[in-house]
């Protein structure tokens, strides 16, 4: 391949990574910006995204590569309830881990979510094995360039990289419009800015918190549904990496600020994808977080966030 394709392969390869690793930030800067956690277990409701899916395939007795109807059908159905599982294990975690501790010190929170996170590992690791195991073929790859348009390339475009950009994409919209738009999503917005104040106006700041949870959860279902349909390979501490990276990308970005998260895990994919071909996967993380440390050293708020007065 000459330079240029391995630019635009790699570019290719940082847009799917960044598309998930944004989908996982926003449920972390939704959380954050809320009630001022740093969810860590998040990361691990990504996982059981994963896993979660293929066991409905695997209900459904979906082993291999699905075509016509089943594909339209069995896919959207299986994302669906993954969403709804994931969606609801994240609100439950909430209710019984971190409301108790709403008017605890901040610590508190932080160690139980660390501690929340080993549980979930430790479940997936007694649930799955220690080994990596395998994710169904379900969506079919094919070669967008070559099969379909007739370039005869060497940068391979295919089917599962456009599925990846068409639902995290349209996923990242909707939550936008939910935010900006809605009664729910002015409520978020209310309660993020001043708890308080918010529930002295009649807004429920405990059911604005659950909606979020349940809202983060759904997104992280849906990357980690994206993501095995995508390597079609599982691992219990998957959710440790995507959840370092995810973040890392919601810090980068801006804590808080949902378009900053977005922009920041497509920042990150793309730094993955080029730091792995130039310089070595086992420096990728070094050259993530000197990168990090880079812009929060110039810019301490994020690219996109914005410094805030401080609640007395």
Same mark, same amino acid.
């Given at each position: 391949?000459?330079?240029?394709?391995?630019?635009?392969?790699?570019?290719?390869?940082?847009?799917?990574?960044?598309?998930?690793?944004?989908? $996982?930030?926003?449920?972390?800067?939704?959380?954050?910006?809320?009630?001022?956690?740093?969810?860590?277990?998040?990361?691990?409701?990504?996982?059981?995204?994963?896993?979660?899916?293929?066991?409905?395939?695997?209900?459904?007795?979906?082993?291999?590569?699905?075509?016509?109807?089943?594909?339209?059908?069995?896919?959207?159905?299986?994302?669906?309830?993954?969403?709804?599982?994931?969606?609801?294990?994240?609100?439950?975690? !909430?209710?019984?881990?971190?409301?108790?501790?709403?008017?605890?010190?901040?610590?508190?929170?932080?160690?139980?979510?660390?501690? $929340?996170?080993? +549980?979930?590992?430790?479940?997936?690791?007694?649930?799955?094995?220690?080994?990596?195991?395998?994710?169904?073929?379900?969506?079919?790859?094919?070669?967008?360039?070559?099969?379909?348009?007739?370039?005869?390339?060497?940068?391979?475009?295919?089917?599962? !990289?456009?599925? $990846?950009?068409?639902?995290?994409?349209?996923?990242?919209?909707? /939550?936008?419009?939910?935010?900006?738009?809605?009664?729910?999503?002015? *409520?978020?917005?209310?309660?993020?800015? !001043?708890?308080?104040?918010?529930?002295? +106006?009649?807004?429920?700041?405990?059911?604005?918190? /659950?909606?979020?949870?349940?809202?983060?959860?759904?997104?992280?279902?849906?990357?980690?549904?994206?993501?095995? +349909?995508?390597?079609?390979?599982?691992?219990?501490?998957?959710?440790?990496?995507?959840?370092?990276?995810?973040?890392?990308? *919601?810090?980068?970005?801006?804590?808080?600020?949902?378009?900053? *998260?977005?922009?920041?895990?497509?920042?990150?994919?793309?730094?993955?994808?080029?730091?792995?071909?130039?310089?070595?996967?086992?420096?990728?993380?070094? $050259?993530?977080?000197?990168?990090?440390?880079?812009?929060?050293?110039?810019?301490?708020?994020?690219?996109?966030?914005?410094?805030?007065? !401080?609640?007395?």
């Amino acid at each position: 391949m000459s330079w240029y394709e391995v630019l635009v392969q790699q570019s290719i390869n940082g847009l799917t990574r960044g598309s998930v690793f944004a989908l $996982v930030a926003l449920g972390y800067t939704m959380v954050y910006g809320i009630i001022e956690l740093i969810n860590f277990a998040h990361g691990d409701v990504f996982m059981l995204g994963l896993v979660f899916s293929l066991l409905y395939f695997t209900l459904l007795g979906m082993a291999k590569t699905l075509h016509g109807w089943q594909l339209v059908t069995i896919i959207p159905l299986v994302f669906v309830a993954t969403m709804v599982t994931t969606a609801v294990i994240n609100a439950s975690i !909430d209710r019984i881990a971190y409301r108790p501790l709403r008017h605890a010190t901040r610590l508190a929170p932080l160690i139980t979510a660390i501690g $929340v996170s080993f +549980m979930l590992e430790n479940t997936a690791l007694v649930w799955k094995g220690p080994a990596p195991f395998p994710y169904p073929d379900i969506f079919p790859s094919i070669d967008i360039l070559y099969d379909w348009l007739g370039w005869n390339s060497k940068i391979f475009l295919t089917t599962k !990289d456009l599925v $990846v950009i068409g639902v995290t994409i349209p996923l990242m919209l909707a /939550l936008q419009y939910f935010v900006t738009r809605t009664t729910w999503g002015k *409520a978020m917005r209310a309660t993020a800015q !001043d708890r308080e104040t918010a529930a002295a +106006m009649g807004i429920n700041v405990e059911k604005t918190i /659950l909606v979020t949870f349940l809202i983060g959860g759904a997104l992280a279902g849906a990357a980690g549904m994206i993501q095995g +349909m995508y390597y079609n390979i599982g691992q219990w501490y998957v959710g440790y990496q995507a959840g370092l990276r995810a973040f890392t990308a *919601a810090v980068l970005g801006g804590i808080g600020n949902m378009p900053g *998260a977005a922009l920041g895990g497509l920042v990150i994919g793309f730094l993955s994808a080029w730091s792995d071909q130039y310089i070595s996967p086992r420096w990728t993380n070094a $050259v993530v977080f000197t990168i990090l440390i880079l812009v929060l050293v110039f810019r301490p708020h994020g690219l996109l966030g914005e410094r805030t007065a !401080d609640k007395v």
